[in-house]
């Protein structure tokens, strides 16, 4: 049921319950996947691409050219 991606109001649908029973159920279910979900190990090289460092500016270079000249003033 979870693996299929529906909203609560969808698994409420297929199971004959109302949205908030649904609601309820998901939410449960949900957080006791994510209770034994184990915390990823990583190792080895990661790689990054275009990283988006000044958020809310985007398609706004002005804003960032005058950010970037106040910043330079703060040493």
Same mark, same amino acid.
């Given at each position: 049921?979870? /693996? &299929?991606?529906?909203?609560?109001?969808?698994?409420?649908?297929?199971?004959? &319950?109302?949205?908030?029973?649904?609601?309820?159920?998901?939410?449960? &279910?949900?957080? /006791?996947?994510?209770?034994?979900?184990? #915390?990823?190990? &990583?190792?080895?090289?990661?790689?990054?691409?275009?990283?988006?460092?000044?958020?809310?500016?985007?398609?706004?270079? #002005?804003?960032?050219?005058?950010?970037?000249?106040?910043?330079? /003033?703060?040493?």
């Amino acid at each position: 049921m979870m /693996g &299929l991606n529906l909203s609560s109001e969808q698994t409420g649908q297929e199971l004959d &319950l109302d949205k908030d029973g649904a609601h309820q159920m998901t939410a449960q &279910l949900r957080s /006791g996947v994510v209770d034994i979900k184990p #915390e990823p190990t &990583l190792k080895g090289t990661v790689e990054c691409d275009e990283v988006y460092i000044v958020a809310g500016h985007k398609g706004h270079p #002005e804003a960032v050219k005058k950010r970037a000249s106040t910043d330079a /003033g703060d040493d």
